[in-house]
């Protein structure tokens, strides 16, 4: 067969032998592609009828555009020989996967989830599987589901039966009847036709095979396998499986078609229910080394590859994960993740290979600091907070409002800024946090003020050169700075204004929103203030003010260029009573000259009743050439640059209010594996490699198309 | 006694709904800590790290909110169900002795 023509598809190899016949990798020399091509056995050909009835069929389920669903390019018969040429997908089938011990289960739930949607789609357009198993759905190495052959089981015959069935003699209609006997319906034993409740009794068997690792009913011969289909209830699954997700899998194995879901969506919505219910566990010990810790799996997952950048996203209701290929045009969204949870911190850690987020999560059961090293698909949830006020301070943990990686060479320290104002340092990579008491003790702490946000420690800034330099920014207590590492810490702000004290300049206590330092520059900052931008050159010995022309001095973020050291951005907004864009326009103010002066970027921006508002972390620059800039609004919409501000394009509508953006580009090492770099790292990899299939998104954000 | 544990702390809880203590505690204060002993996720998700239970979490002593009843010293028979319930809004701190 090698080196055939079948059509207009020339047979390169011979993959496998299927139930139906041989499969092949081909190439379609019209349309200048690989395709796998399936030759249906002589054997087990029927009457012409029936062969135009597979063709009618076949061709019904090429309908079915669906990124789980393989699909059938073309169904043909050239000299005598039946094929079918479809999309050539290449993995390991689920059952492959499967194995004797099963697979985790939220797993189960994120090829559940595929699977169901695949049925979905293909239920909606009146298309039964017939013949949906374990080898019959593929996962591809990006772990996305393909369920393969949609609608060719019925008209084929009893030969598609694996070895289970053909010792299914004992039923005489069996020639009449299409499937796989583990995965057949009790209705299809006793001679019913399939309809849509039989391929969701599949589902389930596929479900409990996959969470178990065994099949549901199980027997020595195709006899005891039908009885135990018809009679016995399967074993019960347990821990770790959900009780949830066990509940989904018991309804779909109901007896009676009529006591299952009557529809693939409504396993679907119940899959994706059990999957925000966050119900999740697996022991990660042996997998991280670390401690213990529960993960938490969400609903949509963005597919990440090398070269991509990624955003995250914090929110007031959960996190999402963003992202594109090198252009930065178009944005695949995973998430959210931590539903109803605030995430007012996000950050990367690409140090020493490996690709971290991590997010801060606020809700009624506290606040804890969360990480994945799998772009969202999985996320620590440790048992016990490990940032914790000590008991001697009386304090107790409100929010997580930074995440700063520390230095390069020093991969297993972070910092992070919380709420009451204080800052946390761990040297094991997250495990355990201590909180740096050179500034919590400092005499000034008592007489710091809660901001509008409460009185919040959120900027971090680690001087580059001079390890033993860390910059902080309290609302309201002004900028810190310490040069011994942390010990101690003096007051750094002369210069800035607090508008609202008697004394105009006091030594701290100023409303500092936000501060940025120049990584190859880092005696420069500039500070957004409680009205006020100003610039330092000399490590904030002294400020000075830079709101040269712009239309208000108040506002939340302040950016800086990653290569040009006088180039900052900022979103000014009216005033400190209405804090939303001047005007109702919507402009991001950019400085080249140090802030000599300003330029507006509005072009793609809305210019008319925009009373938007930026907070002090929605904004962030990436390190690609040209630099991408970004910005989130508390009415949910996500705005994007990627000519350094020159044009803008809206990214994203109808999220929660947006509380934290930040950015990466995902790298990966010499050994093929994936890494991330954070934002401010150099040299990024600018690969221009097109983007891979596009994930399944939230549906009920609007991801916005550009022109 | 028995736990009725909401479903953002089942993944805690091995999946139970519902905890039964094999002991007679004399107060909720004493429960939790026998909760938390069995279950030590529980416990930063219910109280703050200095043992006040969170702000916006209820705990119900049958159908009383253990706020009106004596706070975690409210007492508890044999038999009692403690109900743990993320409040709506609102609520003062309670202290865990």
Redesign the interface.
């Known amino acids: 067969m090698i080196g055939q023509t079948l059509g207009h598809c020339r047979v390169l190899a011979k993959i496998g032998e299927g139930g139906m016949g041989t499969v092949c990798r081909a190439y379609d020399e019209v349309l200048h592609r690989d395709v796998a091509l399936k030759v249906v056995k002589k054997s087990d050909r029927l009457d012409p009828s029936a062969s135009q009835g597979l063709l009618h069929e076949a061709r019904a389920s090429s309908s079915l555009a669906h990124p789980n669903i393989c699909t059938i390019h073309e169904v043909g018969e050239t000299e005598g020989e039946l094929y079918i040429v479809m999309e050539l997908v290449e993995g390991k089938s689920l059952r492959e996967m499967t194995g004797d011990a099963g697979i985790p289960p939220e797993s189960v739930l994120r090829y559940g989830v595929q699977i169901a949607s695949a049925l979905a789609r293909a239920h909606d357009r009146g298309i039964i599987h017939r013949d949906l198993k374990a080898a019959n759905i593929v996962i591809t190495p990006e772990g996305l589901v393909k369920v393969l052959d949609f609608g060719l089981a019925k008209k084929v015959g009893s030969a598609i039966f694996d070895s289970p069935t053909r010792s299914f003699a004992t039923l005489e209609e069996a020639s009449s009847v299409s499937g796989t006997l583990p995965y057949m319906a009790p209705e299809i034993l006793r001679g019913a036709a399939a309809d849509y409740r039989s391929d969701l009794w599949a589902l389930g068997v596929v479900l409990y095979e996959a969470a178990a690792g065994r099949l549901p009913f199980e027997g020595r011969t195709g006899f005891e396998v039908s009885s135990a289909i018809l009679r016995e209830m399967p074993a019960p699954l347990s821990f770790p499986v959900p009780p949830a997700l066990w509940g989904v899998i018991q309804r779909c194995l109901a007896k009676e078609p009529m006591q299952r879901y009557q529809r693939a969506s409504e396993v679907l919505a119940a899959l994706e229910a059990v999957q925000s219910a966050a119900t999740v566990f697996i022991d990660q010990i042996a997998e991280r080394g670390g401690p213990r810790t529960v993960a938490v799996h969400s609903v949509r997952h963005a597919s990440v590859k090398k070269g991509d950048s990624l955003l995250l996203i914090g929110t007031t209701k959960g996190a999402f994960i963003l992202r594109s290929n090198a252009q930065r045009s178009r944005w695949d969204v995973g998430g959210p993740y931590f539903h109803g949870h605030s995430v007012y911190a996000m950050a990367y850690d690409g140090r020493a290979g490996q690709h971290r987020i991590w997010a801060s999560t606020q809700s009624p059961w506290g606040t804890l600091l969360r990480s994945t090293d799998d772009f969202g698909k999985s996320w620590t949830n440790p048992q016990q907070a490990a940032i914790r006020f000590p008991l001697d301070t009386g304090m107790s943990l409100k929010n997580i409002w930074q995440i700063t990686p520390g230095p390069t060479d020093e991969p297993t320290v972070l910092y992070c800024g919380v709420e009451p104002a204080a800052l946390f340092e761990t040297r094991d990579g997250g495990e355990t946090w201590s909180l740096i008491r050179g500034l919590f003790d400092h005499p000034h702490r008592p007489r710091w003020m809660p901001g509008n946000g409460g009185l919040a420690l959120h900027t971090i800034l680690l001087d580059p050169v001079n390890k033993q330099r860390i910059y902080v920014a309290i609302s309201s207590g002004g900028v810190y700075r310490t040069e011994d590492g942390g010990s101690s810490w003096t007051a750094q702000n002369r210069g800035i204004r607090a508008t609202f004290m008697p004394n105009k300049y006091p030594e701290f206590g100023q409303c500092v929103h936000k501060i940025a330092m120049h990584p190859a520059r880092p005696e420069r900052l500039f500070l957004q203030n409680h009205w006020g931008v100003y610039r330092s050159d000399n490590c904030a010995e002294s400020w000075t003010d830079i709101a040269n022309g712009i239309p208000s001095d108040f506002g939340f973020p302040v950016l800086m260029h990653p290569s040009n050291p006088d180039c900052a951005y900022i979103i000014p907004v009216e005033s400190d009573e209405f804090r939303c864009a001047c005007d109702g326009r919507m402009r991001v103010y950019r400085t080249r000259n140090a802030g000599a002066s300003w330029e507006p970027l509005s072009r793609g921006l809305p210019q008319k009743g925009a009373y938007e508002t930026v907070v002090r972390d929605a904004m962030a620059a990436d390190s690609s050439d040209p630099v991408g800039i970004y910005f989130g609004t508390r009415s949910g919409q996500l705005f994007g640059s990627n000519d350094e501000g020159k044009t803008w394009h809206k990214i994203l509508e109808g999220l929660p209010s947006v509380v934290c953006v930040r950015s990466a580009v995902v790298e990966g090492t010499s050994d093929g594996s994936v890494r991330t770099l954070p934002e401010k790292s150099r040299g990024i990899s600018s690969s221009k490699k097109s983007a891979t299939k596009r994930s399944a998104t939230t549906r009920k954000i609007r991801r916005i198309k550009r022109g | 006694m028995t736990f009725h544990i909401p479903?953002?702390?089942?993944?805690?809880t091995?999946?139970h709904s519902k905890v039964e203590i094999d002991q007679s505690p004399d107060t909720v204060a004493d429960a939790l800590l026998a909760l938390w002993t069995l279950y030590?996720?529980v416990?930063?998700?219910?109280a703050?790290?200095?043992g006040?239970v969170?702000?916006?979490?209820n705990i119900f002593v049958g159908e009383e909110n253990i706020r009106y009843t004596g706070g975690l010293a409210t007492p508890i028979q044999r038999g009692s169900e403690i109900s743990i319930v993320?409040?709506i809004s609102g609520g003062r701190e309670i202290l865990i002795k």
Do not use: K, N, V, Y
């Open positions: 479903g953002a702390l089942r993944q805690f091995s999946g030590p996720g416990r930063d998700r219910i703050t790290e200095q006040q969170r702000e916006h979490i993320p409040a």
